[in-house]
Nanobody, 122 residues
Framework: QVQLVESGGGLVQAGDSLRLSCTAS????????MGWYRQAPGKHRELVAE???????NYADSVKGRFTISGDNAKNTVYLQMNSLKPEDTAIYYC????????????????WGLGIQVTVSS
């Protein structure tokens, strides 16, 4: 089993930045891909960003150029740096981890965090 714990969410104003962190523990040695999903009220869950152990990254079109995913293997932690935040970024953000090579909005990863609220006011 793998446990994921998110931190760093909160309430900010449009244009501000936030950095989310997700620390993995447990049997993490087989995890190949980690990422961040989000779900806003009344909307489908969407994949925001993902990163493989080999360093490949992928972003949703809505966040390209504003969000950056990175990782610290020594700390088993993945980060999501969110800049130029917009009110439409308001959602619960979930960290995810999987054994496969890629994630998608339709895919159900093997492990989820509990989620953390990000609210961007206009």
């Amino acid at each position: 089993q793998v446990q994921l714990v998110e931190s760093g969410g909160g309430l900010v104003q449009a244009g501000d930045s936030l950095r989310l962190s997700c620390t993995a523990s447990g049997r993490t040695f087989s995890i190949n891909t980690m990422g961040w999903y989000r779900q806003a009220p009344g909307k489908h869950r969407e994949l925001v960003a993902e990163m493989t152990s080999g360093g490949r990254t992928n972003y949703a079109d809505s966040v390209k150029g504003r969000f950056t995913i990175s990782g610290d293997n020594a700390k088993n932690t993945v980060y999501l740096q969110m800049n130029s935040l917009k009110p439409e970024d308001t959602a619960i953000y979930y960290c995810a981890a999987d054994y496969g090579d890629e994630l998608s909005s339709e895919y159900v990863p093997a492990y989820w965090g509990l989620g953390i609220q990000v609210t961007v006011s206009s």
